[in-house]
Every structure is written in structure tokens, then in C-alpha cells.
């Protein structure tokens, strides 16, 4: 899957290169500011599972609410299939926006830029009848 890759991992390698709450020199200052994560103050197993738990919620939320909603209607796979890799897109990086600390044009860009991208290629992939979906399976 091109989505999952592209517009979903692009913009968290971006944050997570880019997103710093703590300058250099603070941190070279205050090396005791490294001992929380040394004594796994801020991610432990507990938080590991609580974020697993809430990935399986939001999973279960954009693969079910959209079936149901189109339960029994003559959607076909394709659109529905298209409708779950918006909503992927959009959920991934909405939660990945509401994580960052600091801002910058090329975080903005690789966010609100996938989410743009997404709809487009989804777009452009419909409206050429020669191309199948996302999820055509022969």
C-alpha cells in the first residue's frame, strides 16, 4: 500500500526530525534533563499499552463507522475502499498535528500536504478508467 507508506510516513519522519521542545543549548546546559527518559519518566510499558489500546480504537472507528454507514447501499468496494484510505490519512496525520510542539513551513507542509496529495491521487485515480483503485482486487 503506496498510501501507508507516503502519506502517512513522510510527515512523521518530518516532525520527528524537525520537532524539538528543547534547544541545543538547553539541553547541553542541563544534561539532568535526559534522567526522565532514563528512568522512563515520560514512556513506560504502561504508556505503551495505553497507546496500542487507543490505535486499536481508532482502527476499529475508521474501518467500522464507514461500513455501517454504508451498509446495504450500492457503494461499491472501491469507493468504500477510498473513503477508509482518506480517513486513515486524515486521522494519522490530524493526531500527528495535534502532537507537535513546534511549527515550521515544512511541518506544514508535509501534513496538511499528505492530506492534500491523498485526495488528489484518490481523485485522479478514480476519474481514469483505465486505472483501477486502491483496492480492486481481481
Known amino acids: 500500500m ?6 502517512t510516513a513522510v510527515p512523521t519522519i518530518v516532525v520527528g526530525v524537525l520537532d524539538k521542545d528543547l534547544s541545543r543549548m538547553t539541553l547541553l546546559t542541563y ?7 532514563h528512568r522512563q519518566e515520560c514512556y513506560n510499558t504502561k504508556l505503551f499499552w495505553l497507546t496500542m489500546l487507543d490505535t486499536l480504537w ?4 475508521v ?3 464507514p461500513l455501517f454507514a454504508y451498509w ?3 457503494i461499491d468496494t472501491s ?4 473513503l477508509w484510505t482518506l480517513s486513515v490519512v ?3 496525520n490530524l493526531h500527528l498535528a495535534m502532537d507537535v510542539i513546534r511549527w515550521s513551513w515544512i511541518t506544514h507542509a508535509a501534513i496538511w500536504g499528505s492530506i492534500i496529495a491523498t485526495w488528489i491521487c484518490v481523485i485522479v485515480i478514480d476519474a481514469i478508467p483505465s ?4 483496492w480492486y482486487v481481481p
Request: glycine share 14%.
Open 63 to 65: 474501518f467500522f463507522i
Open 2 to 7: 503506496l498510501y501507508s507508506i507516503i502519506y
Open 79 to 82: 469507493s468504500i475502499g477510498d
Open 58 to 61: 481508532q482502527s476499529a472507528a
Open 72 to 74: 446495504g447501499s450500492t
Open 131 to 134: 486505472l483501477v483503485g486502491y
Open 90 to 92: 486524515i486521522l494519522v
Open 31 to 37: 544534561p539532568q534533563l535526559y534522567g526522565a527518559g
